[in-house]
């Protein structure tokens, strides 16, 4: 079939009739009134030849007149690539020549350089693309434009954005007319604070959107009507081109998914509030379903010692915990922004103190406090504990390394598992054994953490944060430092092999590493200590440095590359100790001076600070084992029931289980597959969502950053100039010696980039986050929580990195 009528195509065809023909037969099938036409299917595109007696004909049966040629790529209008304007459109074309002239533009636009760099983007495969073309009659409008169904902005699923101009809604897509942005709001929605209530007939995006024109509901209520009806047929958000005609007809043009949204949160019968809780672990990549079992639970247990019980919930692959009940209880709203700013970071903090003065959100209840039984013993215990640790700290320290190591032998699995179902059975009872050494590990870090954060109130008015900062780095005994610098002596140990480690990619080098054909270079004995580890570590999903190591040689090429003696990682690090012991010095004398008795308490609790808050990562590190030995039964039970031994990290225990009687889940695997594909590639993650779609960050007012100023928090202080790098992988970064690290959020996996990094930025954190404690600790300046830095950067771009004044600014 050459060529078939519009009407005849719908979503079960698109590899014949492409995207957009797809969906203009479904609007049809679903009784809209879009324009008459037809589609030259993929075959002909596939022989390469215009069938033009077929393309007459069709023509001649439409009545000739001016015509609309349209692209309909195989590829286009997907859930997760629109391909919105990559491909040609020609309108107003008359006549059988230049008819067929417009079919061959459209069929050549499939191979333009814009639509090429676009599928490659999106990893959309090049073998089985084809390109169908549409041709409907002309509609010479009065005024067009497009609908979204849900509002792009900010997510929110109950409001419909309009883009409206006079004349042909091509221009309103090109960019070209005068645009009048709407948003069509559901007049039963209560309006956010600071907002004025939606109307029915239209109201600005924002405050610097156009104001909508003075009109009566009319089209618009039409046009909303249609809206919800298309959406309602495809059953997501649509992003509809429409047109009215002078007689004031409304026509359907083209209906697509909303590329862009970010999935709804759980359906509610009220509004919630939902805060994502990734950005403590420094991961915006989705988790794998497999990992978000086992994060649900960590993260459930993390908030509940801290007196407090919530829902983490899976929205888009990523953990949100529902902080609804918290934001409305009296009791635990006043320790909300505070929670925010320690553990989440000054976006998150941000975030919570517009919601806590959203009326929607106001308290209730009586406000009386929980039973605390249960809360009072755990005070006891953290207080003795944080004392103990406080008063013998280095006795406290071998305590937390001993419970580490029993950690490390308890967590290996038994010779004696022989079936899956004992596998199986290990995995399930593993994540939920009591840690009798749980103590020894906790509350020397949390005693560590109070020594580095309580000086700074003591000393107001004596010493700034940057003094307490200096004071802080170059600490010892933290794990992850240890790792970088121990990765630092084996590429200095492998320097005989320095132009194979850096001519040859690291993959390769990984792939002959694991077969055993590469030179010596002491690989083994790092991964021994530390192949557990990896970039996104907190997730089972995530295969580790031991199993892939090629993060590693992509670090050991990093430190090859650096060949300046004195900025060698053990030498700054030593710098930054003495460095600390120098300013401890003249911060003790200046503080006993002005505050006597606050003074030496806080000296006292610095210099435990030195000597405990190393010991920060090491919890996780600890959890790591037992993360490891889960991980390697559900492949052994992978590499026995399904063709990929990791499809079992796409599944849930319970699913696996019915797996292993005999139920066939590979359709569900694929689909769980694609999804976690398409959300790797996604760049933006929501600070926080509404449960009506809405990230609630923007909704706040834009900052107001002068030309090439991107203001963020300073985290480790510090100045530096140099060109920037902005990656988004680190387990294949290229980073010269001197060049500024620019990434969404970083964990301890990302570190080893630290060693050559001359600064560090980033999108998302807290200041007590891993990646500004390592930064810190390198002496290396850093500037977290700087929205859009990703994109806003570009690599080679030079930069200057203010870590005392939170700002990065470009230099050119």
Same mark, same amino acid.
């Given at each position: 079939?050459?060529?078939?009528? $519009?009407?005849?195509?719908?979503?079960?065809?698109?590899?014949?009739?492409?995207?957009?023909? %797809?969906?203009?037969?479904?609007?049809?099938?679903?009784?809209e009134r879009v324009p008459e036409g037809f589609c030259v299917t993929t075959e002909a595109h596939r022989a390469g030849v215009i069938p033009e007696a077929a393309v007459r004909a069709a023509y001649a049966r439409l009545g000739g007149g001016p015509v609309a040629v349209r692209s309909s790529a195989t590829v286009e209008d997907l859930p997760d690539a629109s391909f919105a304007g990559q491909h040609h459109t020609v309108l107003n074309v008359?006549?059988?020549? @230049?008819l067929m002239t417009a079919i061959g533009q459209c069929w050549e636009s499939l191979w333009s350089s814009r639509a090429v760099a676009y599928r490659e983007a999106h990893d959309t495969g090049v073998a089985d693309v084809l390109m169908a073309v549409v041709v409907q009659r002309m509609v010479l409008p009065a005024r067009a434009g497009v609908l979204f169904t849900a509002n792009p902005l900010t997510g929110n699923r109950t409001e419909m954005l309009v883009d409206v101009a006079s004349g042909l809604g091509t221009?309103?897509?090109?960019?070209?007319?005068?645009?009048?942005? $709407?948003?069509?709001?559901?007049?039963? @929605?209560? %309006?956010?604070?600071? +907002?004025?209530?939606?109307?029915?007939?239209?109201?600005?995006?924002?405050?610097?959107a156009p104001a909508p024109q003075p009109c009566g509901p009319g089209w618009r209520a039409e046009l909303r009507a249609a809206g919800r009806r298309v959406q309602t047929h495809f059953g997501t958000p649509q992003d509809v081109e429409w047109a009215i005609d002078h007689d004031g007809t409304l026509w359907l043009l083209q209906a697509r998914p909303i590329t862009t949204l970010f999935p709804l949160p759980p359906q509610t019968d009220d509004l919630r509030v939902y805060v994502e809780f990734g950005n403590v672990q420094g991961m915006l990549r989705p988790v794998t379903p497999?990992?978000? %079992?086992?994060?649900? +639970?960590?993260?459930?247990?993390?908030?509940?010692? $801290?007196?407090?019980?919530?829902?983490?919930? *899976?929205?888009?692959?990523?953990?949100?915990?529902?902080?609804?009940?918290?934001?409305?209880?009296?009791?635990?709203?006043?320790?909300?922004?505070?929670?925010?700013s320690v553990d989440f970071g000054p976006r998150a903090q941000a975030v919570m103190e517009h919601v806590l003065r959203d009326p929607r959100f106001a308290p209730s209840g009586d406000g009386s406090r929980r039973p605390a039984d249960a809360a009072l013993g755990t005070a006891l215990r953290a207080l003795r504990g944080i004392l103990r640790a406080l008063a013998r700290p280095d006795a406290?320290?071998?305590?937390?390394?001993?419970?580490?190591?029993?950690?490390?032998?308890?967590?290996?699995?038994?010779?004696?598992?022989?079936?899956?179902?004992?596998?199986?059975?290990?995995?399930?009872?593993?994540? *939920?054994?009591?840690d009798g050494g749980a103590d020894d590990i906790t509350w020397p870090i949390v005693a560590g953490m109070l020594a580095s954060a309580l000086p700074a109130h003591l000393l107001k008015g004596v010493a700034t944060e940057d003094d307490i900062h200096a004071v802080l780095r170059g600490v010892p005994h933290n794990v992850t430092i240890e790792m970088d610098l121990a990765l630092w002596a084996l590429a200095s140990a492998a320097r005989p092999h320095r132009d194979l480690l850096l001519d040859t990619p690291p993959a390769e080098l990984a792939a002959r590493y694991l077969r055993g054909t590469l030179p010596e270079i002491g690989l083994s004995g790092f991964l021994s200590r530390y192949g557990h580890r990896a970039a996104a570590e907190a997730d089972v999903g995530v295969p580790r440095w031991a199993e892939d190591p090629t993060p590693v040689f992509a670090a050991i090429a990093n430190y090859l590359r650096l060949t300046d003696p004195a900025q060698a990682p053990d030498r700054r690090f030593a710098r930054a100790a003495e460095d600390a012991e120098t300013a401890l010095g003249e911060l003790a004398r200046r503080a006993r001076r002005h505050r006597p008795v606050r003074g030496r308490i806080a000296i006292f609790l610095l210099r435990r600070g030195r000597r405990l808050a190393g010991l920060r990562e090491s919890g996780k590190f600890a959890g790591l084992y037992r993360l490891r030995a889960v991980r390697e039964q559900l492949l052994l039970i992978g590499s026995e029931v399904f063709p990929a031994a990791d499809d079992i990290m796409f599944l849930t225990l319970d699913e696996v289980a019915a797996a292993l009687d005999g139920a066939d889940l590979g359709g569900l695997i694929a689909r769980r597959r694609a999804t976690h594909r398409r959300e790797l590639r996604r760049r933006v993650v929501p600070v926080a969502l509404l449960s *009506?779609? !809405? @990230?609630?960050?923007?909704?706040?007012?834009?900052?107001?950053?002068?030309?090439?100023?991107?203001?963020?928090?300073?985290?480790?202080?510090?100045?530096?100039?140099?060109?920037?790098?902005?990656? !988004?992988?680190?387990?294949?970064?290229?980073?010269?010696?001197?060049?500024?690290?620019?990434?969404? !959020?970083? *964990?301890?996996?990302?570190?080893p980039l630290f060693l050559t990094a001359a600064a560090l930025v980033t999108e998302t954190g807290a200041i007590m986050a891993h990646g500004p404690t390592v930064a810190r600790e390198y002496g290396i300046p850093a500037v977290i929580s700087v929205p859009g830095a990703t994109s806003r950067i570009v690599t080679g771009q030079v930069v200057t990195v203010d870590g005392a004044a939170g700002t990065v600014t470009m230099v050119r």
């Open positions: 079939m050459a060529v078939i009528p $519009l009407s005849e195509a719908h979503a079960g065809l698109v590899p014949l009739v492409g995207g957009k023909a %797809a969906g203009l037969g479904e609007l049809i099938r679903a009784g008359v006549g059988e020549a @230049d221009e309103v897509v090109d960019g070209h007319a005068n645009v009048t942005h $709407l948003v069509l709001a559901d007049p039963t @929605d209560e %309006a956010p604070p600071g +907002q004025p209530p939606p109307a029915t007939n239209g109201a600005p995006v924002s405050p610097t497999m990992g978000m %079992a086992t994060l649900r +639970q960590v993260i459930a247990a993390m908030v509940a010692s $801290l007196g407090m019980r919530m829902e983490i919930v *899976d929205i888009g692959g990523r953990l949100y915990g529902d902080l609804t009940d918290l934001v409305r209880r009296p009791a635990t709203r006043r320790r909300l922004v505070r929670l925010m406290a320290r071998r305590r937390l390394v001993a419970a580490v190591d029993r950690l490390r032998a308890e967590s290996t699995a038994s010779p004696q598992l022989r079936t899956a179902h004992d596998r199986l059975r290990f995995v399930r009872d593993h994540g *939920d054994g009591a *009506d779609g !809405t @990230d609630v960050e923007s909704t706040l007012p834009a900052s107001d950053d002068g030309e090439g100023l991107l203001r963020g928090v300073g985290a480790a202080t510090g100045r530096v100039t140099g060109p920037a790098r902005v990656i !988004t992988d680190p387990s294949t970064a290229y980073l010269e010696p001197g060049e500024i690290l620019v990434t969404a !959020t970083t *964990d301890p996996g990302w570190t």
